[in-house]
């Protein structure tokens, strides 16, 4: 199939959502990183930079021939595993965690990249381990042991928000693939007896972070300082918002990480509560399209990755939004588009890359060379 053939199937309304996140997350770096009264241009321009660079990887993604992506997925997995070794041993520090490998003027985040590995890893796994009736207990140990490897690596970083999402989309990429529903069950016990026991490897600071989620007035000026002046942020908004470039919390510099992890903070301030309604139905309109082109998949494995990302978007959005409004300890995941960051703009624009190729083929493998069709027959 020649590159008209393939622009002539793709799909435009999950690229076209995706760019107009990208516009509400410029409009919002731009007025989060300004001194009051004077512009914030230069992560604006950056972020600018970062969301071509994303469109060049969504379309390195989608140009790929059918069935590359699944040929590649575990060279994928395994050159990423191999990436976060080598940021334990040389990545850069920042904030007192190893995360970044610096690239002359770019940094970028392995671990970010981590996440769409594990989902195409899965989707590989368990498109070869479906069965009609649901997949078993013994079956799912290969896959977790699969997600445990970078799951260890990055949380040695340490980032347990990164970690944390990779075992829901595990858990997700579960339930798509139709394992047992006994087996989910048994896993979602383990998993809850477990959390308890997370405390005893927690650092200090991380800790402080639980305790911040569970009372902020304990220390209002230091731990709890993040929620409470984002809780502020949120409820200033009001109905309408104080309008772009009003707000106060994020220019007057007293809402931390104004432009990453607190961004619909700045949002909220400026837009309002119909503002953020607007919002939100982007995302659910992303979410929604994602989750539709999973069920519309003729072919397993791109129903299974599909389902995957779908499940890695909503993750991200949900904590995101849940931290901010104090109902979440903060954690570091960004709001998709929104937040600034070079690793997450290009990790969310692969992602959509991925899910618009697979799509793309999905009549293609309809009745092809024997397969069955995928889990929405």
Request: proline letters at 4%; hydrophobic letters at 55%; charged letters at 10%.
């Amino acid at each position: 199939m020649n590159r008209p053939a393939k622009l002539a199937r793709m799909d435009w309304p999950l690229l076209i959502n995706a760019l107009l996140l990208c516009g509400v997350g410029l409009l919002n770096v731009y007025s989060g990183t300004r001194v009051h009264g004077a512009p914030g241009t230069t992560l604006f321009v950056k972020q600018l930079v970062w969301i071509s660079l994303g469109l060049a990887a969504f379309f390195a993604a989608y140009f790929l021939s059918d069935g590359f992506i699944e040929e590649v997925s575990a060279g994928f997995f395994l050159a990423i595993l191999a990436l976060l070794v080598v940021v334990l041993v040389v990545g850069k520090i920042r904030g007192g965690a190893q995360r970044w490998i610096s690239l002359g003027a770019f940094n970028f985040q392995p671990s970010e990249f981590a996440k769409i590995a594990v989902t195409l890893a899965l989707a590989r796994y368990f498109s070869g381990k479906y069965r009609y009736g649901g997949i078993g207990l013994m079956e799912t140990f290969p896959a977790i042991g699969m997600v445990l490897l970078p799951f260890f690596l990055v949380a040695l970083q340490p980032d347990l928000g990164t970690a944390g999402v990779l075992l829901f989309i595990l858990a997700g990429m579960m339930a798509v693939a139709c394992v047992k529903g006994r087996v989910l069950a048994l896993f979602a016990g383990l998993g809850a007896a477990a959390v308890p026991g997370l405390w005893f490897f927690m650092k200090e600071y991380q800790r402080q972070r639980v305790l911040t989620f569970l009372d902020p007035e304990r220390d209002p000026l230091g731990a709890g300082y993040h929620v409470i002046q984002s809780k502020i942020a949120v409820g200033s908004g009001g109905v309408l918002g104080k309008g772009y470039l009003q707000g106060t919390q994020g220019a007057l510099r007293f809402l931390p990480e104004q432009h990453t992890d607190f961004a619909f903070a700045v949002f909220s301030e400026e837009w309002g509560f119909l503002g953020t309604l607007l919002l939100l139905s982007l995302f659910l309109l992303l979410v929604y399209r994602l989750f539709f082109l999973t069920v519309r998949s003729q072919d397993r494995f791109a129903s299974f990755a599909c389902g995957g990302i779908a499940v890695y978007f909503l993750t991200h959005i949900i904590i995101n939004l849940a931290m901010v409004c104090g109902l979440f300890p903060v954690v570091g995941i960004p709001l998709p588009f929104v937040s600034y960051g070079g690793s997450s703009m290009l990790t969310n624009m692969l992602a959509l890359g991925v899910v618009a190729n697979l799509s793309r083929s999905r009549f293609t493998f309809q009745g092809a060379g024997g397969k069955e069709p995928g889990i929405g027959s």
